[in-house]
T-cell receptor, first 112, second 113 residues
Framework: RKEVEQDPGPFNVPEGATVAFNCTYS??????FFWYRQDCRKEPKLLMS???SGNEDGRFTAQLNRASQYISLLIRDSKLSDSATYLC?????????????FGKGTSLLVTP | DTAVSQTPKYLVTQMGNDKSIKCEQN?????MYWYKQDSKKFLKIMFS???????INETVPNRFSPKSPDKAHLNLHINSLELGDSAVYFC????????????FGEGSWLTVV
């Protein structure tokens, strides 16, 4: 079982729509959680950290449910520029230490 | 003024060759990484160094040898390249006030033919 699982999508939504992505992680001892964004042929960039109480940054809201080992990202009022792949990231154990484990990403396409 | 820079950006080479990818960060971070993103877009950690010391080595073939001459540099040397090594290799760094946030370089697109 992968450390971090996401629905790959693609999610095709019209501009202005609200869209939600979900992610589950396998290691209950994981402590840090993030959403990264990756544009086509570019490097991943931090979108936002995810805090236990949930947090919001403009049109983006992240939630964490530790009991269910589940993380979500909500995007309101989608813009064309939101089209990208959204990577769920969990800091946890690897075979030889701690590192950020990335999900495969969820692809979002916002259309006019 | 790029924070994490890696070279070359594109590399096409034949099977069996040896090649290197260089990475430098000017963020003053203590920890640097190499990640591999394959054709299925899965981003997987390969190595991590902290202050020039290897701390993570994730079941990577020993044809891959990282080298960190100082904490601002982490190079990746690959011997006897195979077709399956074709991928995008991302260097990244973390440290200081960035907490657990890691910053990626722009990636090196390696194609083995």
């Amino acid at each position: 079982r992968k450390e971090v699982e996401q629905d790959p999508g693609p999610f095709n939504v019209p501009e202005g729509a609200t869209v939600a992505f979900n992610c589950t992680y396998s290691n209950s001892a994981s402590q840090s959680f993030f959403w990264y964004r990756q544009d086509c042929r570019k490097e991943p960039k931090l979108l936002m950290s995810v805090y236990s109480s949930g947090n919001e940054d403009g049109r983006f809201t992240a939630q964490l449910n530790r009991a269910s080992q589940y993380i979500s990202l909500l995007i309101r009022d989608s813009k064309l520029s939101d089209s990208a792949t959204y990577l769920c990231v969990v800091r946890g154990r690897t075979n030889s230490g701690y590192a950020l484990n990335f999900g495969k990403g969820t692809s979002l396409l916002v259309t006019p | 003024d790029t924070a994490v820079s890696q070279t070359p950006k594109y590399l096409v080479t034949q099977m069996g060759n040896d090649k290197s990818i260089k990475c430098e960060q000017n963020l003053g971070h203590d920890t640097m990484y190499w990640y591999k993103q394959d054709s299925k877009k899965f981003l997987k950690i390969m190595f991590s160094y902290n202050n020039k010391e290897l701390i993570i080595n994730e079941t990577v073939p020993n044809r891959f040898s990282p080298k960190s001459p100082d904490k601002a540099h982490l190079n990746l040397h690959i011997n006897s390249l195979e077709l399956g090594d074709s991928a995008v290799y991302f260097c990244a760094s973390k440290g200081g006030s960035s907490g657990n946030t890691i910053y990626f370089g722009e990636g090196s697109w390696l194609t083995v033919v």
